[in-house]
């Protein structure tokens, strides 16, 4: 009793953490089984070992972060927001690709390692946006009493999508949608916010737009929203409609490529629908209890792109089917779950929104990242956390939950 | 409400519940569609994205002649084959192949035009590999993705050269080929006979290739053979048995003189069998099993000697005074001629007809001559007479009769053997010339000259007859149902059996004391001939010789038809060839030693008794 004593006097949620440390050593084993292929690629094969050592760094972190109060996390917001700006612009400067996203600027190269800057900068902005947003009296009654959350999201968020990195980017927008909900943000206000987003996608079909200009004013009535607010959501929608066009001709093409495929993954089989087409095989092959550990023939045969990062989750599907990948979504199921019962429990406002933000972060990333291994979200390239082989985003995440597990402790009584 | 009141962040976290129930449910629900319910589908797709077919190539069915020797048999072989991928990655192994496989710019442009041409196709690069060449890949097999080595039969010709016309060779079939009906069940990159017996009995001693499964990765290498159960074996070539004799054809080869062309045909009388078919100048069919080089094929084509003519079957030289004997057999069929009666007109070096003097090749004349010593003497003047007294439009009706207009219809590829060239009709002169052919017409072409070109094989099949009764099948080289002829189709002189022995008589008579053959005359047997030169325009005539032979005072076994080009004398270059050859053939089917040492003026040289002479 006494060890679980102080277990729960350091840790806060000790169920939570015992979660995401064995998951993250299945994820270690997953990375060395991405590892075995039938002709060995040696960059794979040892991947698992530098993992492993992430992982010990990353729990060294963890329990560092324990100490650190959360009213100093509060106090320190503004100069990790500030810093991971200027990092997240330096990125673009002095950045590098890696992997397939080669063309792209999201990496810094520190010699033995390289870092992600964008997943810190994520962690700042979760700290700046629960501090603003705890400030809040009452929940604003107009969509422009939202553009300080907004702002604050949208300055990294802006810089992420320069590198140009679509899913981390998104993974911003879940953040901040996260951050506003648990502020008490009505609903009708997040909805507004969102809408131009619909109005983007839905304008590539005309007559599909205006019903959904009308629905959209239609809505406004009924929700009684204020006249400059109504025209300006509608506004916002037109325009959004009016770029759609030039904005899709500003895409690469390999992303136009990508979202393309999310839709008809069969239009070009060898190119960009590959992973797809490939993954999908995979974890179909799988069947109800896979093919057993270290042994799917489509990652034996590198038939699976980038298995140990973006696609791990495919190699689980595939060496331990349904029963694996259920058991691997209940395991992120109970995580989430722990991250809203603490947020439920802390009376104070930045502290919730911390933790929730952390929810919001996680959650995107793992509906993104296990949905696109079967095609209901386009490939964005986001990890899987605490399973997908890389640094940064592995200790960022520790990271994440030695705020937590801080926060949750001085709540004191989970 | 305050926001941060305890019910509204309860209410709050029961949304967020929701929202964790619904998405990872739906992430749940989708596995399950794709895991347990389309489970199947996505095992046979694994399956299939790394199993590839190969083709098993079957063994080639072994050819054997008439006592069982080897003409063509398998040996294993080496071949290296890519696996379909994309035409960078192709050409970028192909170059990187280049340096071990001696592979040169344009093989590279040609197989990869042959890749255009069938794309999901194993690439043949080579099916003759060395050993070393093997294991030097072998050590490297991870640079070269889509590389795929197997053993596999190889055709090998032990009498190389000496056969080389006859058994043809096998090579990958080619895209024209592919086109053809005939050969819709085949793949690209199988090997397919490709000329003379190989072409000619594909159908039987090809076989049927077989499929096996290998298991590649997602860059096309090749990881391991997979379930051996699964595959499907080939079918073996059936074997062929020819009426070939290749000790025979080896001895030809042998005693053929090596800076001449020309051929020689050996047929059994009675039969139509081939005993041998050879043609001079020669090349190596092993060569060219599996693609031939370049080289080797460029310095074929451009030998002035065209190695790649095969001459007995498709080469065409004026048959001159051999075809005396054609001419005999058609007065003898037509009753024209009493054997024994003198010609009205005594030779005194040529005769008058219409307002022309015919001369005959001796200026001093042969005076006159029944038709045995006009054979022996080959007097022109004789045969002058047998033509007018057959009259030009019957003369052709009859000659075409006995198939100097076709081809033999030898068990050869149709294409590779050439049909003689004599007037078929009256109307032959004037869609060739634009002329009506006058009745003197008749005097050339009954002395072999004129518009006449035949080829060794037509002169040996029409010697096989004199031979025997007359009458006979067409030439046939292989032993098998599916080569034999149909009734009726061959030669048939239609000639008494005592007229055939005066047309032989003459014939004895060239090879008998005082001929101009007899220096070619054998110890123990028989032989008898006709010679024949064909004048040629471009240098030294060619030397004709037709013969048969046999035991002494029996039945002909052997008869034979030889040319050699700018021979000048038929006595002097082809007869010793048809003499050696029909002496060896018998010496070995009597059971008697072979002797290098065989004809009359052979004996003379050795200095060994040839009692058998009788000098006039």
């Known amino acids: ?414 | 409400m305050q926001p941060f009141h305890l019910y509204a962040r309860r209410r709050r976290a029961q949304g967020a519940v929701a929202v964790i129930i619904a998405g990872i449910g739906g992430l749940a629900l989708a596995f399950f569609h794709t895991q347990v319910l389309r489970s199947d589908t996505y095992a046979l797709q694994s399956e299939a994205n790394r199993l590839r077919p190969l083709p098993i190539p079957a063994p080639r069915g072994t050819i054997f002649d008439r006592n069982g020797r080897i003409v063509a048999e398998n040996v294993p072989g080496y071949a290296l084959s890519l696996l379909p991928a994309p035409r960078d990655t192709l050409y970028n192994t192909l170059r990187r192949l280049a340096p071990i496989l001696g592979l040169t710019e344009a093989r590279i442009a040609q197989l990869m035009e042959k890749h255009r041409a069938a794309p999901v196709q194993p690439l043949l690069v080579s099916s003759d590999l060395t050993f070393e060449q093997v294991s030097a890949l072998e050590e490297r097999h991870f640079m070269f993705p889509g590389v795929y080595i197997d053993t596999r039969p190889k055709r090998h010709y032990p009498a190389g050269e000496a056969i080389a016309h006859l058994i043809g060779y096998v090579a990958e079939i080619s895209e024209a080929e592919l086109q053809k009906p005939e050969f819709a069940d085949y793949a690209p990159g199988q090997l397919v006979g490709k000329a003379g017996l190989e072409r000619q009995y594909e159908r039987l001693i090809g076989g049927k290739p077989g499929i096996r499964y290998v298991e590649v990765d997602a860059l096309g290498r090749i990881v391991g053979e997979y379930a051996p159960q699964t595959k499907v074996p080939p079918v073996p070539g059936e074997d062929l048995h020819l009426y070939l004799d290749l000790d025979l054809q080896e001895w030809i080869a042998k005693i053929f003189p090596d800076d001449m062309r020309g051929a020689v045909v050996a047929i059994e009388p009675g039969t139509g069998h081939v005993l041998a078919m050879y043609s001079s100048p020669g090349y190596d069919p092993n060569e060219f099993v599996g693609g031939v080089d370049p080289a080797y094929w460029r310095k074929l084509n451009a030998d002035e000697a065209r190695p790649l003519l095969h001459r007995a079957a498709a080469g065409l030289y004026p048959p001159g005074s051999t075809f005396k004997l054609a001419t005999a057999a058609i007065a003898l069929e037509l009753g024209l001629v009493d054997p024994n009666a003198y010609m009205p007109i005594p030779c005194r070096g040529g005769m008058s007809y219409g307002n022309r003097y015919f001369r005959c090749w001796e200026s001093r004349g042969h005076g006159y001559l029944n038709l045995a010593d006009a054979i022996a003497n080959s007097c022109n003047v004789y045969f002058y007479q047998l033509g007018v007294k057959i009259g030009l439009e019957r003369f052709l009706k009859e000659a075409s009769r006995l198939g100097f207009t076709r081809k033999t219809g030898v068990d050869l590829p149709p294409e590779l053997e050439v049909a003689g060239r004599f007037p078929d009709g009256l109307g032959w002169w004037r869609e060739r010339f634009g002329y009506t052919a006058t009745p003197t017409e008749v005097l050339s072409l009954a002395i072999g000259q004129g518009s006449n070109d035949q080829t060794p094989l037509k002169l040996a099949h029409f010697a096989a007859a004199l031979a025997g009764d007359g009458k006979l099948p067409p030439p046939r080289i292989a032993a098998h149902p599916l080569a034999a002829p149909s009734p009726g189709d061959g030669i048939n002189l239609s000639i008494s059996p005592e007229n055939l022995a005066w047309i032989r008589e003459g014939m004895r008579r060239v090879v008998g004391p005082g001929g101009t053959a007899h220096l070619s005359s054998l110890e123990h047997w028989d032989l008898l001939g006709k010679t024949g030169t064909s004048q040629n325009p471009h240098g030294k005539d060619h030397a004709w010789f037709i013969g048969i032979a046999g035991p002494k005072g029996g039945a002909p076994e052997i008869a034979l038809a030889a040319i050699v080009e700018f021979g000048e004398s038929g006595s002097r270059s082809a007869a010793p060839l048809v003499a050696k050859a029909a002496d060896y053939y018998l010496r070995r089917k009597y059971g008697m030693p072979v002797d290098s040492v065989q004809t009359l003026r052979e004996h003379l040289m050795a200095g060994r008794p040839a009692p058998w002479a009788v000098w006039q």
Do not use: C
């Open chain 1, 1 to 414: 009793m006494a060890v679980i004593g102080r277990l729960r006097r350091l840790l806060g949620d000790p169920l939570l953490a015992a979660l995401v440390v064995g998951l993250s050593l299945f994820g270690v084993a997953m990375v060395y089984s991405a590892g075995q292929l039938d002709v060995p690629d040696p960059t794979v094969a040892g991947a698992w070992r530098l993992q492993l050592l992430w992982l010990g760094v990353s729990i060294v972190a963890f329990l560092a972060v324990l100490g650190i109060q959360t009213r100093w996390l509060e106090w320190a917001a503004i100069p990790a927001y500030v810093v991971g700006i200027v990092l997240l612009a330096a990125t673009l400067v002095i950045g590098t690709g890696l992997g397939t996203a080669r063309g792209t600027k999201s990496w810094i190269d520190l010699g033995p390692v390289m870092i992600q800057p964008a997943q810190f900068a994520n962690l700042a902005t979760i700290l700046m946006l629960a501090r603003v947003l705890g400030r809040w009296r009452e929940p604003p009654r107009s969509i422009w009493g939202l553009w300080k959350p907004v702002a604050i999201v949208a300055l990294p968020m802006g810089l992420v999508m320069l590198q140009p990195d679509l899913g981390t980017a998104m993974v911003f927008g879940a953040m901040l949608i996260a951050g506003l909900y648990w502020a008490g943000t009505p609903l009708g206000l997040i909805a507004m916010l969102l809408s131009p987003i619909v109005g983007l996608f839905v304008s590539f079909h005309s007559v599909l737009f205006s019903i959904y200009v009308v629905a959209l004013i239609v809505f406004l009535r009924l929700y009684r929203a204020y006249l400059w607010e109504g025209v300006g959501v509608v506004v916002a929608n037109l325009a959004a409609g009016a770029v759609a066009l030039p904005l899709w001709n500003s895409l690469e093409p390999y992303q136009q490529a990508r979202l393309m495929v999310f839709l008809n993954p069969g239009m070009d089989p060898r190119g960009a629908g590959w992973h797809l087409i490939q993954s999908r095989v995979a974890i179909g092959s799988g069947g109800l209890f896979g093919k057993g550990f270290t042994l799917g023939t489509q990652k034996r045969l590198a038939f699976l792109p980038e298995q140990h990062t973006d696609f791990i989750f495919s190699v689980i599907g595939e060496e331990f089917g349904f029963v694996g990948t259920v058991g691997v979504l209940l395991v992120f199921g109970l995580i989430l779950w722990r991250l809203t019962r603490i947020a439920e429990r802390l009376a104070d406002p930045f502290a919730g929104i911390v933790v929730f933000g952390i929810f919001g972060v996680w959650f995107a990333h793992v509906i993104v990242n296990i949905g696109m291994t079967i095609g209901l979200m386009p490939i964005t390239g986001i990890p899987l956390p605490f399973l997908s082989y890389g640094g940064s985003f592995l200790l960022a995440s520790f990271l994440a939950l030695g705020m937590v597990q801080r926060i949750a402790a001085e709540q004191g009584r989970i």
